[in-house]
């Protein structure tokens, strides 16, 4: 600090003078500068420089202030100087190419390195790592090739831009030539920051094996060797291996960093060991750093427990520790898998105010957000200010618009996508080819298909097939989705031969819908779904002998049916409804409610649809189990509380019985409601007595 005042003192002392001071005063106030790290001095000083026209005998001092305001990313001061020399080195050149590298000024970087009169080896270091850092690894790597035709021989710095340009191009064979050439060439030595990248490399090539070899040659390993290796198993699928590495990292008393301990949180979730992480994530010491904070969010909502997600994001901002894009983001993929629109809606705010809300991630998530939540002129509204798109966000909305019924928006949206420079991805077609399922247009459903192999040569994965079986299947061609399953390039796995079922029980088909059904049942013996819609197919034919017998299947292989439930938000709280729920405070008035609501929509035609009620007993029974379905009373609870004008939105965690869906319509038409229920499949989008999803879902 005091060597700071007493330099600015000394500036201000030869400024006030206003003349010319000798050579030698000048370069050793630029060295104080340069050694302050002071770049407002120094320009007050080169301003000083310039009024007294001040010429030096050769580069030293400009070169000096030329690397200063590099170092300070000061641009303009930078180009002002460099335009001004009398004469340039290669220091000067060089200077310039650091400044347009510490900006990211890829252009200029390149520019500047082509019109350079003389280069050296810092030329060539600072260009490769510049065009590598700005996501050039491609070229990067050219002027590393450049550099060997030219004679300069690489230098530590030049072997770790180059791979790390080969590990962001995952290019196993030039990252080889470069290993060979740092072995022939005696450059491996010790230093751990080449060790490093190579282990790197091989690891981002997918070359796990290798990388571990090399980890355990390597004479001196730091941290980020310990953590590469880590992420290298991670990455390649072995969270297992992560975590026993991690653990020899502790026995051997090393001190793991935030980005060791992440790396760990991630291998934790991804083996299912929540209480491991959270035990880890609870023996930090310290401040815990973003990074950390953010992988609980991630993990906690990839499990499944979003609740708890948002608990530790809550935790983070009263730990003071900022959220970034990244956190944002993940927070708003929790809510959206809750479809909790007001939390949501929240968090929208929150990445307005930290400004991330033009973010890639952040947008896709908001849009996807916004779509669970059935709001879709929203979620448009979110995509159409986007400044960039990338494939994610224009996936984000097509499916959404498929989501939510809206087919032709989501194929016409996609044909804008096909029509700008984007390429289209796997998940693209999927959402494509779930429109044309819900539209029900076969032929464009086979001609999107078709296109996906034969012009975007993407290979189409079994849930693309799924989808077509379904397409096909409900078109009555369940021949064709026979062959289709046969023609299949994998073995077909549950996806496929549950599709199958729900189209043969559609069509009562049950000779191909008992095949599909018993493959279920060798797959996963305990799932209940395929039990329950085998059993549904043989009551809808009055086969009460069969349905007895899939019935005592399953309570001697003792399979549970997944709870039903529904649940809708109200001022910022969860409420969740079971089927004849007894638990909720204003149960008596839900119920009277509900009777009044059934009876007026009776007078109206409605007739409760029993079809599907499994077992065979008498009418009165069948209707009083469907009447209090989850669904139904959410419905009604939600008519009791919110406003008119106001959309009811309800969501399930299975699908919606034919009968509920029928009651939705009903009341739609009857009270004038705008109601949005999301069940386990899709979003159904009641008005005026017609569902969006056009009865088949
Ligand atoms: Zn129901
Ligand atoms: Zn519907």
């Known amino acids: 600090m005091r060597a700071r005042s007493s330099l600015r003192q000394s500036i201000d002392a030869i400024c006030s003078l206003g003349q010319l001071a000798p050579e030698s005063t000048y370069t050793s106030l630029v060295l104080n500068c340069v050694r302050a790290n002071d770049v407002e001095q120094a320009s007050r000083l080169h301003a000083h420089m310039e009024s007294c026209s001040f010429q030096p005998s050769d580069t030293y001092i400009h070169n000096r202030l030329l690397h200063l305001y590099a170092k300070s990313a000061e641009a303009k001061?930078?180009?002002?100087?460099?335009?001004?020399?009398?004469?340039?080195?290669?220091?000067?050149?060089?200077?310039m190419l650091s400044l347009f590298a510490k900006c990211g000024d890829h252009d200029d970087l390149w520019a500047t390195f082509n019109v350079m009169p003389f280069r050296d080896s810092i030329s060539y270091n600072t260009v490769i790592a510049g065009l590598t850092d700005s996501g050039f690894p491609k070229k990067g790597l050219d002027?590393?090739?450049?550099?060997?035709?030219?004679?300069?021989?690489?230098?530590?710095?030049?072997?770790?831009?180059?791979?790390?340009?080969?590990s962001m191009l995952s290019c196993l064979t030039q990252g080889k030539q470069i290993h060979g050439r740092m072995v022939l060439s005696g450059s491996l030595g010790t230093n751990a920051f080449l060790w490093n990248a190579l282990i790197n490399m091989y690891a981002k090539c997918g070359e796990t094996g290798n990388a571990r070899w090399l980890f355990d040659k390597a004479p001196v390993k730091n941290v980020v060797s310990?953590?590469?290796?880590?992420?290298?198993?991670?990455?390649?699928?072995?969270?297992?291996?992560?975590?026993?590495?991690?653990?020899?990292?502790?026995?051997?008393?090393?001190?793991?960093?935030?980005?060791?301990?992440?790396?760990?949180?991630?291998?934790?979730?991804?083996?299912?060991?929540?209480?491991?992480?959270?035990?880890?994530?609870?023996?930090?010491?310290?401040?815990?750093?973003?990074?950390?904070?953010?992988?609980?969010?991630?993990?906690?909502?990839?499990?499944?427990?979003?609740?708890?997600?948002?608990?530790?994001?809550?935790?983070?901002?009263?730990?003071?520790?900022?959220?970034?894009?990244?956190?944002?983001?993940?927070?708003?993929?929790?809510?959206?898998?809750?479809?909790?629109?007001?939390r949501g809606q929240g968090l929208h705010s929150k990445a307005i105010l930290i400004g991330v809300n033009d973010n890639l991630l952040v947008s896709s998530a908001l849009i996807d957000l916004y779509c669970k939540c059935g709001i879709i002129p929203d979620a448009r509204l979110v995509f159409d200010s986007m400044p960039f798109r990338n494939v994610v966000s224009w996936n984000a909305m097509?499916?959404?618009?498929?989501?939510?019924?809206?087919?032709?928006?989501?194929?016409?949206?996609?044909?804008?996508?096909?029509?700008?420079?984007?390429?289209?991805?796997?998940?693209?077609?999927?959402?494509?080819?779930?429109?044309?399922l819900h539209a029900n247009l076969i032929e464009e459903g086979q001609k999107y298909f078709d296109s996906m192999r034969g012009k975007h040569g993407i290979v189409p994965t079994l849930?693309?097939?799924?989808?077509?079986?379904?397409?096909?299947?409900r078109s009555g061609k369940l021949d064709k989705a026979l062959d289709l399953i046969e023609e299949m390039p994998y073995e077909p796995n549950s996806l496929i031969w549950s599709s199958l079922l729900s189209v043969c029980s559609m069509k009562g088909d049950i000779e191909h819908g008992e095949i599909a059904a018993r493959k279920l049942f060798e797959m996963d013996p305990l799932e209940a779904g395929p039990y329950i819609m085998l059993s549904n197919m043989y009551a809808a034919h009055s086969r009460w002998d069969d349905v007895a017998s899939v019935r005592s299947l399953m309570s001697s292989r003792n399979v549970k049916k997944f709870a039903a439930y529904s649940w809708m938000e109200l001022?910022?709280?969860?409420?969740?409804?079971?089927?004849?729920?007894?638990?909720?405070?204003?149960?008596?008035?839900?119920?009277?409610?509900?009777?009044?609501?059934?009876?007026?929509?009776?007078?109206?035609?409605?007739?409760?649809?029993?079809?599907?009620?499994?077992?065979?007993?008498?009418?009165?029974?069948?209707?009083?189990?469907?009447?209090?379905?989850?669904?139904?009373?959410?419905?009604?609870?939600s008519l009791?509380?919110?406003?008119?004008?106001?959309?009811?939105?309800?969501?399930?965690?299975?699908?919606?019985?034919?009968d509920c869906h029928l009651f939705m319509k009903y009341t739609s038409n009857s009270l004038g409601r705008y109601i949005i229920l999301r069940d386990a499949t899709r979003y159904h989008h009641f008005i005026g007595g017609e569902c969006s999803c056009k009865d088949f879902w």
């Open 571 to 637: 001022d910022n709280k969860v409420h969740k409804f079971v089927s004849e729920d007894q638990a909720h405070p204003e149960r008596e008035e839900i119920y009277m409610k509900l009777h009044g609501l059934i009876r007026k929509l009776q007078e109206e035609g409605y007739a409760p649809n029993t079809g599907t009620v499994l077992h065979n007993v008498g009418e009165a029974e069948k209707l009083s189990s469907i009447c209090y379905h989850s669904e139904k009373l959410a419905l009604v609870y």
């Open 463 to 473: 849930d693309h097939y799924s989808c077509m079986i379904h397409l096909l299947g």
């Open 640 to 658: 009791m509380k919110l406003p008119s004008e106001v959309p009811i939105r309800i969501l399930k965690n299975i699908r919606v019985c034919a």
């Open 226 to 342: 310990w953590n590469s290796m880590i992420s290298a198993y991670l990455e390649g699928g072995l969270p297992e291996m992560s975590i026993e590495l991690f653990n020899e990292m502790k026995l051997r008393c090393l001190t793991p960093d935030q980005v060791t301990t992440s790396n760990a949180l991630n291998a934790y979730f991804e083996t299912r060991r929540v209480n491991e992480a959270r035990n880890l994530f609870c023996d930090i010491k310290g401040k815990k750093d973003k990074i950390c904070w953010t992988t609980m969010i991630v993990g906690y909502s990839q499990s499944g427990m979003e609740e708890d997600a948002l608990l530790v994001f809550h935790q983070m901002l009263l730990d003071d520790t900022r959220p970034d894009s990244f956190t944002i983001s993940a927070v708003i993929s929790a809510c959206a898998k809750m479809a909790s629109l007001h």
């Open 77 to 95: 001061e930078a180009r002002r100087l460099f335009d001004k020399m009398p004469s340039r080195d290669v220091f000067s050149w060089n200077a």
């Open 398 to 436: 097509i499916r959404g618009y498929a989501q939510n019924g809206q087919n032709q928006k989501a194929l016409s949206l996609y044909e804008n996508m096909a029509q700008s420079k984007l390429k289209p991805d796997s998940w693209t077609f999927l959402a494509v080819l779930s429109s044309c």
């Open 143 to 166: 002027v590393f090739a450049l550099m060997l035709e030219h004679g300069y021989g690489p230098t530590d710095h030049t072997y770790v831009s180059a791979l790390r340009s080969c």
